[in-house]
């Protein structure tokens, strides 16, 4: 491609994303498509010849859109948001120009320094305390594998990445911990026999005295606990689990102590919400991610960690090719994490805080849980509904009930009025189980929701209701 073409086809891109960014509203949220649908609307094999741009587009604008699902539509209330900016994009773009693979010092000097500084910018955003270093992940799943790769190579005092690991160590998290850390303590080597699933209160935050329990069985019968892994915002329910209760365990057993931060460490950001992070004197490293409630594109992940030496022990390579002369002067983030290459992440989470400010933010944030507030207050008026969990951010999780009616009753017809909500195109939330009770999940926290869609979105769920439970 010509420079002319680039730059023609460069602004007829941004025009269009300027304009999606307009009318994602006008697109049926979830996409509506049947499995193999654009499979089979795509060719078997690729061109032989390249084929020019405005044949590709074409494609991109009449096969692909509509197999996409809208996180940035304003009715999105599913999962979690992954919600970006127009200030993040363009940063992308520049990322994606630029082309650099930021593995080292070397192979990029601003990359390495930049994320450097927007991690200790964000760490001071949130409160995590000072000497905490940063470094971007591309998920918290990386960012918590990580943690239990150093917490495994602490607890065996780096041997375990020489020879494997010889014996059996634990590793505990709620029952409500996210599946990512199931994941992790597989591949991590600790083998999922290990980990414990510690049961929660009526708020679904961890019990201390069941963990502490927890760690002194499997210390009586010969086994080594680990690591202990808190939640800062569950991801059914936003929990948030006794953190500087159990960061003192960790202390007193000697435990890794990483705190799983994903959704909610993005509250941390509102003066009133610091006590979120009462006891991160005891984080021995803490993930949240700025790809979901921080206007930064998907993938960004920010992870800490107190001790950085922990971190590079566990990760360092030293390979003959990749040495410089500056290695001991410089950070090489290669060494902070599981992937050799890696992204300029940095620069779009650096145009996202420096454009909206911390206040910018903190008022996006604000709005968010001012909303989901109003909605649990409507679920809590209407007698045909009820809130399932306390509401801590901006999750509300709730459900349609009947007198008399069984879980099993209850799930059926909440799942037939969730699919009914969805199916209208104009909202899409998700569902969860709540120590086996269903429960339909609202999630806040798109840029472009306001009242308006939240309003929609329940009475779409009221009059859906209506109808379902005409006699
Ligand atoms: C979303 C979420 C994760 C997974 O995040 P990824 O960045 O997609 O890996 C982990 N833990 C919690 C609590 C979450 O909400």
Redo the contacts with the bound molecule.
Sequence with gaps: MDKETFRYYGHEFIDWVADYFEEVEQYPVRSPVRPGEIKAALPDRPPLAGEPMETIFEDFREVIMPGITHWQHPGWFA??PANNSPESVLAELLTAGLGAQCMIWQTSPAATELEEVVMRWLGRMLGLPEGTSGVIQ?????A?LCALLSAREKATGFEANLTGLDRPLCVYTSEEG?S?IDKAVKIAGYGIESLRHIPTDDDFAMIPEELEKAIENDRAEGLEPACVIG?L???SSTAVDPLPEIGAICSRYGLWFHV?????GTAALLDEKKDLLTGAEYFDSFVV?P??WMLTNF?C?AYFVKDEEALIRTFEIHPEYLKTGLDAQVKNFRDWGIQLGRRFRALKLWFVIRSYGVEGLRDMIREHIRLASLFRQWVEEDSRFEVMAPVQFSLVCFRLKIEGADEEKLARLNAELLEKVNRSGRVFMTHTSLKGRYAIRMAIGQRATEERHVREAWDLLTQTAARLLQP
Excluded: M
């Design positions: 999962y979690f591309d998920t918290a799943s990386t918590t996210h990512s939640t915002g569950t991801t799983d931060a994903a959704f909610g991610n790809h979901k993938d992940s």
